[in-house]
């Protein structure tokens, strides 16, 4: 099995691969100061929760944006597992052109996120991942990432408000029901859903006009589904989409499993 991690600023994704199929995953609060020890009890927990042993993950496959737990996670899984890991950045085989000004700038979920559209979708695409940050890549149809667009995220968004307007209450995000609020509440709620959405909308119909051609709006992360239903601009939801590009990186970059089955783990 391939153990494939997407490492982010509010939370981690952990995926487990049998072949290209995903046969388990969790979503978990990032805590940068967790220890690598901490980690490998709660994932062992994890796995057996699914029937799974941390004795069948032949391969790791890693992306972060917190440097902190990019060692954290690198000593889990050589101490635990037993497998030295693939860790995304600019200086392995990406299978995608980094046609940016620095691609050393580049973080790695921008990296899978571009190398997922180019391999499983048509492209030029546009990736829209919905995170701490909501990030707009632009795939050309020569799998090259042109560039990305970044905004403040869904939530993030909020928190700047709540934190200088001194009378707003933090309030429950749901589908407001008019955009014109007759309430506190309610205003803030239709301003928080629809003027995201308007973001988002602005935002891809600028980078189609740049990008050219037709390009397939591909929408992935934890909060996608929030933003996507009120809106008509993309053309797919993909929640996987980041555990994919990961799993292509690690076919690009390390030996097949298929080739370590015979290795005895030593935990």
């Known amino acids: 099995m391939l153990l494939a991690i997407d490492v ?15 046969v388990a995953s969790w979503r978990l609060t990032t805590h940068p100061v967790r220890t690598a020890d901490e980690y490998a009890a709660l994932l062992r927990t994890l796995l057996e929760q699914r029937g799974l042993s941390m004795s069948q993950v032949l391969g790791v496959s890693l992306a972060s944006t917190v440097p902190p737990l990019t060692g954290t996670f690198r000593e889990l899984s050589e101490r635990y597992l037993d497998v030295p890991p693939v860790v995304v950045s600019a200086e392995i085989e990406t299978g995608v052109r980094l046609a940016v000004d620095s691609p050393a700038e580049v973080g790695a979920d921008r990296i899978v996120d571009a190398l997922a559209a180019w391999k499983l979708y048509r492209t030029p695409a546009i990736v829209v991942d919905f995170g701490t940050a909501t990030t707009f890549d632009a795939v ?5 990432l042109l560039g990305t667009a970044i905004a403040p995220g869904f939530l993030t968004s909020m928190e700047g408000l709540y934190a200088h307007a001194a009378k707003l209450q933090r309030i429950e995000f749901r589908r407001p029901d008019a955009a014109i609020g007759r309430n506190t509440t309610a205003a803030m709620r239709s301003g928080w859903a629809y003027g995201y959405v ?22 992935t ?11 008509d601009v993309v053309d797919v939801t993909d929640g996987y989409l980041t555990l994919h590009g990961l799993r292509l990186i690690h076919e690009l970059n390390a030996p097949p499993l298929a080739s370590v089955l015979g290795r005895v783990p030593t935990r």
Not at 140 to 144: I, L, N, P, V, Y
Not at 221 to 231: I, M, R
């Open 8 to 22: 982010g600023n509010t939370n981690i994704v952990l995926g487990v691969f049998e072949g290209d199929r995903v």
């Open 140 to 144: 050309t149809a020569a799998g090259e």
């Open 198 to 219: 308007g973001l988002v909308e602005g935002l891809v119909a600028r980078i189609k006009r740049e990008l050219g051609g037709d390009p397939m709006v591909i929408a």
């Open 221 to 231: 992360g934890g909060l996608a589904e929030l933003v996507v239903q009120e809106t």
